[in-house]
């Protein structure tokens, strides 16, 4: 899926109908939907911004779409699809992943310190 992504984006014009702030830095083909908010973040295309989506104070790297109503804030991800209704918040790297519909990744802060994970049916998880 990940393949196929990049392939899609290969092709894609750049294109802004969002709102894009003056701190934040778009480099490459880079599409920006309708009703999406770009904040002091860098966008480096291919990528696509879908839809009433926030990204803020983060990075978002080559070969990534973000669907629909989708939140990344405090956040690094590259080669990654993130699906509708998601939310990636203070998460320092996030590459080669797919998430997806209504799902939350966030740094916690709580203790003891563990992996609290919650995976179907064929994933893979990999932790450093």
């Known amino acids: ?27 490459g083909r880079v599409v920006i939907e309708k009703g999406a ?7 480096r295309g291919p990528v696509i911004i ?4 926030r990204v803020e104070d983060s990075y978002i790297g080559p070969f990534t779409s973000i669907y629909y109503e989708t939140e990344v804030e405090h956040s690094e991800v590259e080669h990654s699809i993130i699906l509708e209704k ?16 209504n799902v939350t990744v966030a740094r916690s802060d709580r203790k003891p310190k563990a992996y609290r ?12």
Do not use: C, T, Y
């Not at 908010?37 to 966008?43: C, D, P, T």
């Not at 879908?50 to 989506?53: A, D, K, M, T, V």
């Not at 994970?117 to 450093?128: I, Q, Y």
């Open 1 to 27: 899926m990940l393949e196929a992504n990049r392939i899609i984006l290969e092709s894609i014009e750049s294109r802004v109908d969002g709102e894009v702030d003056s701190e934040s830095q778009l480099d």
């Open 50 to 53: 879908g839809e009433n989506s």
């Open 37 to 43: 908010r770009i904040i002091n973040s860098h966008i």
């Open 117 to 128: 994970l919650m995976l179907g049916d064929n994933s893979e998880v990999g932790v450093f």
């Open 86 to 101: 998601s939310k990636v918040s203070g998460i320092s790297r996030l590459e080669d992943s797919l998430i997806g519909k």
